[in-house]
């Protein structure tokens, strides 16, 4: 299959799998969470295969251990399972001592819609990179996953890489750079929206609606919260235009936050929207699109809250 | 082992029991009696031809990991300076500005692991670790050392479990059964008996023994490097907290307060007239 037909974290896996046959001291343990490419690792790589069972908490320590061992280590499960729930130990066993481990949740923002808030990931991202030494990646598409794949192998240090259980169109070419840690997608003359992961999409059809009312978007993908790259951020930014930040996070600490954290910093006097979901849990259980209207992330009601905003 | 070497270790103890008071009186901090509870067992594992490091060559590959799970036990910073891990001089400097020693160990000091303190950590680090040894076919042993009010923490059973169900027997436990919480015993607060029993249902063979014996805790670790069982191994060391001062033997209070006033010098009564009650002892041994 096509890397755009698979779902990113079999894109993740499948990249994983390749490097993990060239190298024995890649391991990946499993929260007893799995997916269709998990099976060829499990069977062909069965050493450097662990189900850690549903001991979130456990899996990193071991995965510590197995690192202060040199190995390089990957641990998955749900987004705010391999995050929220093991809080303090990715901050003393792997960030404190920066070592080389790398987790990987699924299940960015509102991607499991039906669960509500146990399995919402909306306050994973603010978490995690906040912690020194930790990187933060939120890829918008397969290429880019597969790419996470390979910079977190080579990159020594943790990592927390959050994947959307949907598909999305390809954005970048193969090969692409991921380095830079974000990316003007779309150039536009009137205004900048910043958003990351799946609202990088949902952001191209924002631009389409402006667009009928005259206003020219341009999108920039911030695809690593952490460690932003300041500079590159308020170049692509461009001066004195307004600004909307665009994610299902929570506002406080999300996307939002680290925008407007940098341009504070710089003394950007741009005008700043943030959009995502305010201060709540979301008890709505139903398809992402149907809790995307009850927050006012659909696009008829982003595109209506930024021409009221820019009047 | 002979009674003169048993003397010999408990001279050690008591030596290090009165570097660890000096310690704490000159950065005026507490955790005395956490200290006092594993220093048996300690001296053991570094004086009692247990543990293989190289204080030379702290991360030497092939040395034995030992991970000071339980926190608050700075009686490894005289042990670890005596080794010749890091110079003497730094328990002057104990918790005091610039100095290397805080109050639990983390692994910026030569000799340590791990960062650790946070009560639940270091089994799991240790399972790690042991896996790992048996994936690379490395020799090295995993030794872990946890409180007892340290294994209320779910995250200790997470790795029991997991330690348990991979059948890792080049990892020991020794927990410090001194049956002390911060506030109170750990049977009024929240019940770890029957403790030998909840190892042993997690697939561990456990042992209890008496922390404070050194015949009993070395023959507990004489064959360890080569046992026959499949399971990973817990010692419960049944310690009295404050071990050494009678003031501060089984009083919860003493946790986190700091040795002041008159206790100051009851301390150092008490262990000199340790010292010597041990010199006399081995001049006995020695006619």
Redesign the interface.
Known sequence: MKIADISMRDAFFDALYDIARQDDRVMLLTGDFGAPSLDKFRTDLSRQYINAGVAEQNMVTIAAGLALSGKIVYIYSIAPFVTLRCFEQIKLDLCCMKLHVTAVGVGAGYSYSTSGPTHHATEDAAVMRILPGMTVYNPSDNIMVAAFAGMSYRDPGPKYIRLDREKFPLRYEEKHDFSDGLALLKRGKDMTIIASGMMVHQAFKVTEELLKHSIDAAIVDLYRLSPVNDNLLLQVMGKNKPVVTLAEDLVAGGIGSIVAEVMADNGCQSRLKRLGTENQYVFQYASRECLHSHLGLDVASITTGILRWLQ | MSGQEIIKLERKANWVRRQTLEMCVRANTGFLASAFSSVEILVSLYYGGILRVDPENPLWPERDRFIMSKGHAISLYPILADQGFFPLHNLETFCQENCILGAIA??NIPGT???AG?L??G???????????K??KEQYMTVVLLGDGECQE??VW??A??AGHHQLNNLVAIVDRNFLGVTDFTENFLRLNPFAEKWQSFSWDATVIDGHSFPDILQALANFRSRKSEKPLVLIAQTTKGKGLSFMENIPLWHATSVSGKYISLAREELQQKENELNRGSDHENC
């Open positions: 983390e692994n692991e791990v960062v946070s639940g950590h089994l799991g680090l240790g399972s790690g670790m042991a896996l790992a040894a994936m690379n779910g995250s997470e790795a479990m997991f």
